[in-house]
């Protein structure tokens, strides 16, 4: 074949192509733009593949539905970052930008692997997963995860799952087997793929299901398993029908934000959608679906199944729920992160450089920071500029990165001007510095950030303790730096003191004349 021949055919085999995908894009379902009240905010639209407005469907109202966990064993970190990603997406909508928002989590009670662990462990299956439920709870108000408007078990909701079935079975949409099963069928529903080109698992493919992609709405009681009484005999209710059945029975046929993880959008949530746009007969059931991206270890996906994961416990014993949280705030949250040390390290800096800020902004303004030069106008205009890029960030699909590196400028300027060490200091700068350290603090504890350095009625005394003791080793220290020669040994045992109060939380700094503490 020569040249000219070999291009054409190209060109010919190029055009199909196209041809192909433009016919493909255009037969996907396209998403309806909601009907409602605008609010400031842009999100990413997984349908659209670009950013759109949210639009509610009630003023100032959002109503959202998560994906909770299936508890059958202890939470990992890889869960805790999808929720704590959730959770500053949640705080920013509520805190922020003043919306009310309504979320709901299902929690999943009720599933092959809660049977087959309660089976290995010889415990009822309730006893098991109650034991799992509350351990997540704790979990997540360790890790500072703001508490869902409701939680919904779906042992709790079974009935109204049954129901939610019958009709799909009634208008056609699902079919009962000889077994007793029922399965949705995806062959009268014209607008499954919304959220991905779905894939034909053959290899999970049933023998009594018409087509690989049909899923189970119920399952038919094995031996000994946990069952209900339906029109079909005895079961238990499918994975997919569980969410719809619960978020429909609280929000009606509609939904502004459905989230979980990535790898929940198909077929969880395309499975979802279907069965719920056949339930209540209509083309969009819900208006923005959120995914957060996973944890990796070494580009591999953090799972049980593969055994790679560290709990939430064994990670809470080496850093701290506010280490976990700005490693997210550090990252998109549709972004996946690689979980490392050198990462986690990267947060604990961060977390470090504000609460050293904080501190010494406190410091500066009690009277015991010498040696600072503050230009407020200067300061004030960053601040001013900080503010814009933080709320664009915030605004454009809750760019949290973005908005910590607006913020983290703002301290490198403040950590200029009082670290300028200039011998004729001008602490005319102290409205300014507290306009700053304001700002910084309200704007970290909107995003669920604790300071460390919080002074309650119950450190205020140990606080006015070790002010005193700071004082006097001050005095002590100038004392010794005067004598000529230095006294060595007064020294030393002053650089001591400094150490102990380390080792006991309290970190000093000396400047000039002057010592100033802060908790570490």
Excluded at 149 to 164: H, M
Excluded at 169 to 179: E, F, H, I, L, R
């Amino acid at each position: 074949m020569n040249v000219t021949c070999a291009t054409k055919r190209l060109g010919r085999l190029c055009k199909r192509f196209v041809n192909t995908e433009v016919k493909r894009c255009h037969n996907r379902p396209r998403w309806i733009k909601p009907v409602g009240y605008e609010t400031k905010v842009s999100v990413y639209n997984p349908m659209t593949k670009c950013k759109v407005p949210l639009i509610l469907q009630t003023e100032n109202v959002l109503k959202w539905y998560m994906c909770g966990p299936t508890v059958y064993d202890s939470a990992h970190i890889g869960h805790a970052t999808t929720y704590i990603k959730s959770d500053i997406v949640h705080r920013i909508l509520s805190d922020y930008f003043n919306i009310d928002v309504l979320m709901v989590m299902g929690i999943t009670d009720i599933d092959d692997k809660i049977i087959k662990r309660a089976a290995e462990s010889g415990k009822d299956f309730r006893d098991l997963s109650r034991h799992f439920e509350a351990e997540f709870f704790t979990d997540m108000s360790n890790l500072n995860v703001r508490e869902p408007f409701l939680y919904c078990r779906v042992t709790d909701y079974v009935p109204q799952i049954i129901q939610f079935i019958e009709k799909l079975v009634a208008n056609g949409y699902g079919y009962v087997t000889k077994t007793g099963s029922v399965y949705f069928d995806i062959s009268k529903y014209d607008k499954y793929g919304k959220l991905t080109v779905p894939i034909e698992d053959t290899a999970s493919s049933h023998a009594e299901k018409r087509s690989p992609l049909d899923f189970a709405l119920w399952k038919t009681a094995k031996d000994n398993e946990p069952s209900w009484k339906c029109p079909w005999g005895c079961g238990r209710p499918g994975w997919h029908i569980e969410c719809s059945a619960i978020a429909s029975t609280i929000f009606g046929n509609s939904v502004d934000i459905h989230s979980g993880g990535m790898d929940l959008a198909f077929p969880h949530h395309e499975n979802e959608e279907a069965q719920s746009c056949c339930y209540h007969n209509i083309d969009q059931w819900v208006n923005y679906w959120f995914h957060c991206g996973f944890l990796t270890l070494r580009d591999i996906k953090m799972s049980k199944s593969l055994k790679n994961t560290i709990s939430i416990q064994d990670y809470l014993e080496k850093y701290s729920a506010n280490h976990l949280r700005m490693l997210c705030l550090l990252s998109h949250y549709r972004n996946g992160i690689e979980f490392s040390e050198k990462v986690m390290q990267n947060a604990v800096a961060v977390i470090n450089k504000f609460d050293n800020f904080l501190s010494d902004c406190d410091n500066f303004i009690a009277g015991r920071f010498k040696g600072a030069k503050i230009d407020e106008n200067i300061l004030l205009a960053t601040l001013h500029d900080t503010r814009n890029e933080v709320s664009l960030a915030l605004a454009d699909d809750f760019d949290t990165s973005k908005a910590m590196h607006a913020i983290i400028n703002l301290i490198g300027v403040g950590n200029k001007m009082l670290y300028q060490n200039d011998t004729a200091p001008d602490n005319n700068g102290v409205g300014a510095i507290a306009v700053v350290s304001n700002y910084i603090s309200n704007f970290l504890s909107k995003l669920g950030i604790s300071r460390s350095t919080v002074s309650t009625a119950e450190n205020r005394q140990v606080e006015d303790i070790i002010n005193n003791f700071i004082n006097f080793r001050s005095v002590v220290r100038m004392r010794a730096l005067e004598q000529s020669p230095k006294d060595t040994v007064l020294l030393k045992e002053c650089d001591n003191a400094r150490k102990s109060l380390s080792i006991c939380g309290v970190i000093v700094k000396d400047q000039h004349d002057t010592s100033s503490w802060s908790w570490k």
